[in-house]
Every structure is written in structure tokens, then in C-alpha cells.
Nanobody, 125 residues
């Protein structure tokens, strides 16, 4: 069992930056893949980036590659999503998810078993 708590969302102007945090607790974290997703009103939950805790591998969707960076702090059991050059179309609720490390990269939200509560990101034009 893993518990996830996101933080760091807010309102930012277009072109600005935000860093989201996902603090994990519970079971041994290195058994997991941690992913960031977002969901805009009326749309499906979209995969953004994933981090494989066991070896530090990273994977990004094409929509955010080059603008967003996923990273971790081992000591804090925390995964971050640094978001730069934000656009109004990045406005959404952002979720951190945890999946068992059974294959890589895992980009399918259906196979993420644990979710945080979500944090709102709003980008103004």
C-alpha cells in the first residue's frame, strides 16, 4: 500500500514555471513506477511523465518533452514535476500515480493503482 500527497499547484502566467511535489509513504517505494498525469474538464486523464524508482529511468509524453522534468528526492520519498514554459492549455488538475514495476514505461492510467488527491494548475494567458 502506498499513500501519495501532491502539492505545488496554483495560478501562474503563461511562460511561467511551477514545481509539483508528490510525497510517497507506505510500502517499499522502490517497487514502484511513479507517474504524473493531468485531467482537464471534459477530457481523459493524460499521461505526462514517469519515473522508475528502482533505476531512475524517466519517460515523457511528447506533449511535455523538453518543457517538463520529472525527478526524485530519495531521502524524502518524493517525486517532483518541474514545469517550465507553461501554456494556458496546460491548465488541469495534476495527479501523481503509483504503479507496480511490472513493465516499463507504464503510461496507461488503468494500471496505476494508487493516486493522490490532485492539485490544480491554472495558466493564464
Amino acid at each position: 500500500q502506498v499513500q501519495l500527497v501532491e502539492s505545488g499547484g496554483g495560478l501562474v502566467q503563461g511562460g511561467g514555471s511551477l514545481r509539483l511535489s508528490c510525497a510517497a509513504s507506505g510500502h517499499t517505494i522502490n517497487m514502484y513506477v511513479m507517474g504524473w498525469f493531468r485531467q482537464a474538464p471534459g477530457k481523459d486523464r493524460e499521461f505526462l511523465a514517469a519515473f522508475r524508482w528502482s533505476d531512475g529511468s524517466k519517460y515523457y509524453s511528447n506533449s511535455v518533452k523538453g518543457r517538463f522534468t520529472i525527478s526524485r528526492d530519495n531521502a524524502k520519498n518524493t517525486v517532483y514535476l518541474q514545469m517550465n514554459s507553461l501554456k494556458p492549455e496546460d491548465t488541469a488538475v495534476y495527479y501523481c500515480g503509483g504503479s507496480y514495476d511490472t513493465w516499463w514505461p507504464n503510461t496507461d492510467r488503468r494500471y496505476y493503482h494508487y493516486w493522490g488527491q490532485g492539485t490544480q494548475v491554472t495558466v493564464s494567458s
